[in-house]
């Protein structure tokens, strides 16, 4: 790390350890490198003060500015100098040849002043990166460094770093767990907002599992640690943000391009300003001077600093929403959207089924609830479950009532005997093979409940039907706002499913999307997403993760459920929403495109400001002072303008 810093390859960044603490700064004005700036700023207005009394050549008043600048600029000259030895032209170099050319030809004065307005544009630039850099230091802060481990029948208090896989890990109420695990013992709520960006706490209890970073709110609870300190939720978010940021935007790369033709222009063009006027007669220091002052104008940090300023705080601001975005191609991508596709279960739905409807025609409604539920026990079937849920949420006590000679009907339902009477479970089509027909209300009945997505199943004996229940997957509470909240934003929204065309249908129109694709197969989701970016250019997939990889992948934007819970999803999508909230969808993109329109705004503000400045040349009126000014006042502007996005909100 050491060798790194030396080596420069970090302006101004100190590197540290990923677990190492961050150290605490000291106020801006405080800082060990802004006391140059005031030193040479107290030299300037004394030798500006001797020069009004003495004039401006006299010895004492640029004996006062030529400290001034050496004060202020040292360091620029060490970078200037050896980049000019390299002829490796960047800002410091024609920072440096512009101030040592203002000084040759007599303007002490205004050299120095120029050191001191770059001095101060640099700190000043300084302090709105490590304003955009904090987002990422306050996600580092999350999780404690500390935790009272239980081993064997002592407690003590251990550093992360040593916690084992295993341990028992102790957390009382007001406490943020250190370590990722599942509960053992206890039950209490856990607000998860650091790392899902979920406003509502969360229930956990016994087998549930737990992040690092997360506030247990009331009880007390003892979690076995599940991971390392490097491998819990919150370091792979971390880690995850920092590459994001470190990767190049595509506007980035092109500004880099951009830059590296720019400077030798500009150096090209100062050198005509001041050579071709004065052998046409002009007055060769006042060409040369204007020749300087082009340099300074020509300096290209408000554009080099247009995009990563953006990139860094949208990144930052999103992982702390709870959105991590990988990357700021994937940052610029997703504000270029035109479809998004989505995957009905798990990510539309919730994809457990649940009981909807319960119609009885003979006898309690509880009791038959509670004979189907007894019966179902016995079952493999996944809507068993969501029938023995419903009995429970009645208040049955299924489990305690006996049936005997249960057997299974393959692929039409099951039945068995309760209480000597012979009871069936199973699908419409069981029973009109028992009963030769279905009454035609009753089969209306089915038909509508069919038609609305859900799958039928019927309790009856061998002579009537007793009982309808309708089970479908339940939607989530947001996707209806979702989906509504996307279209309204211009953006093409599709649900790809595994169902039959009559449940998808009926969900697809539930739910409010513009297209509806069903019964593909996981290789059919990954051949429509190719159509759509045929037609689209720009296209997102959303699934969760596991059995959507393909789709993601082959996706402009593959964006992945629950990313908390899921080490496929953090590995696969561009982007994972880590709770399993599909609400954060319109803001990621509402802050991408916000970030586009920044940093569009960005590049053409800088250069306009440039070219501007440039064109005070022709009447001669360009002076170092306003040089400077146009260079400090555009990347000033550039980086509260990216700042903005720390603003954006849900």
Not at 536 to 548: Q, R
Not at 569 to 586: G, N, V, Y
């Amino acid at each position: 790390m050491e060798a790194i810093e030396k080596a420069g390859a970090f302006e101004n960044l100190k590197l540290r350890a990923e677990n190492e603490k961050a150290v605490e700064r000291e106020p801006f004005w405080k800082q060990k490198e802004n006391f140059k700036v005031y030193i040479s700023a107290v030299l300037l207005v004394i030798s500006w003060i001797l020069s009004e009394q003495y004039g401006e050549e006299h010895i004492i008043a640029v004996a006062g500015y030529a400290a001034a600048i050496l004060i202020g600029g040292y360091t620029l000259f060490q970078k200037g100098l050896k980049n000019l030895a390299r002829l490796n032209f960047d800002m410091s170099t024609l920072m440096t040849i512009a101030i040592i050319g203002a000084a040759i030809i007599g303007e002490w004065g205004e050299g120095a002043m120029v050191v001191i307005l770059f001095a101060i544009s640099e700190a000043l630039e300084r302090y709105s990166m490590d304003k955009a850099r904090q987002s990422i230091e306050s996600l580092m802060d999350i999780a404690p460094k500390e935790a009272l481990i239980r081993r064997g029948n002592e407690e003590m208090m251990i550093h992360v770093d040593d916690i084992q896989i295993g341990d028992v890990m102790i957390v009382k109420p007001g406490q943020k767990l250190a370590m990722d695990g599942t509960v053992m013992k206890g039950t209490s709520t856990l607000n998860q907002a650091a790392i899902t960006g979920e406003s509502v706490p969360a229930t956990k209890t016994i087998d549930d599992e737990v992040f690092a970073g997360t506030l247990n709110e009331e009880g007390l609870l003892e979690v076995k640690v599940t991971k390392r300190v490097e491998d819990t939720t919150i370091a792979k978010i971390i880690h995850l943000v920092e590459e994001a940021q470190a990767e190049k935007a595509p506007s980035q790369q092109f500004v880099d391009k951009f830059a590296k033709y720019y400077t030798p222009a500009i150096i090209v063009l100062a050198i005509l300003i001041a050579v071709v006027p004065p052998l046409f007669g002009g007055n060769w220091s006042e060409w040369i001077y204007q020749g300087l002052a082009a340099l300074v104008v020509g300096c290209p940090c408000a554009l080099v600093v247009s995009t990563p300023v953006a990139v860094v705080t949208a990144i930052g601001n999103a992982a702390r929403n709870g959105v991590l975005i990988k990357g700021g191609i994937h940052l610029e991508e997703a504000g270029a959207l035109k479809a998004i596709a989505f995957d009905k279960t798990g990510t539309l739905t919730k994809g457990v089924p649940a009981v909807t409807d319960v119609i009885t025609y003979n006898g309690n409604e509880r009791e038959l609830m509670k004979i189907t539920a007894a019966i179902e026990k016995g079952s493999q079937h996944p809507l068993a479950s969501a029938i023995m849920r419903k009995a429970e949420q009645n208040g049955s006590d299924f489990s305690s009532v006996a049936v005997e000679d249960f057997q299974s009907i393959t692929g039409k339902g099951v039945k068995a005997v309760f209480n000597g009477v012979l009871y069936y479970v199973g699908s419409p089509k069981l029973f009109e093979e028992l009963h030769g027909t279905i009454d035609r209300d009753k089969k209306q009945q089915i038909s509508d409940l069919q038609t609305q997505g859900k799958t039928v199943m019927v309790l009856g004996t061998e002579r009537e039907i007793l009982l309808l229940i309708a089970v479908a997957d339940e939607m989530r509470e947001s996707s209806r706002a979702v989906i509504s909240n996307l279209n309204s934003m211009g953006i093409e929204t599709v649900m790809l499913t595994g169902d039959n065309q009559r449940t998808a249908a009926a969900i697809g129109k539930q739910v409010g999307v513009a297209d509806i694709k069903a019964e593909l197969l996981p290789q059919d989701k990954l051949t429509y997403i190719k159509e759509l970016r045929a037609g689209h250019h720009s296209v997102a997939m959303v699934g969760d993760g596991v059995n959507d990889a393909p789709a993601l992948a082959a996706s402009t934007v593959g964006v992945a459920m629950g990313g908390a819970g899921t080490d496929t999803a953090l590995e696969t999508a561009d982007i994972a929403l880590m709770s399993d909230d599909l609400s954060k969808l319109p803001y990621t993109i509402k802050l991408s495109r916000k970030a586009l329109g920044i940093i569009k705004q960005n590049i053409t503000f800088s250069l306009a400001i440039k070219a501007l400045a440039l064109l005070l040349v022709v009447p001669g009126w360009l002076t170092l002072w306003i040089a400077i000014f146009a260079d400090m006042g555009a990347t000033l502007l550039v980086t509260l303008n990216s700042l903005r996005l720390l603003r954006v909100k849900e």
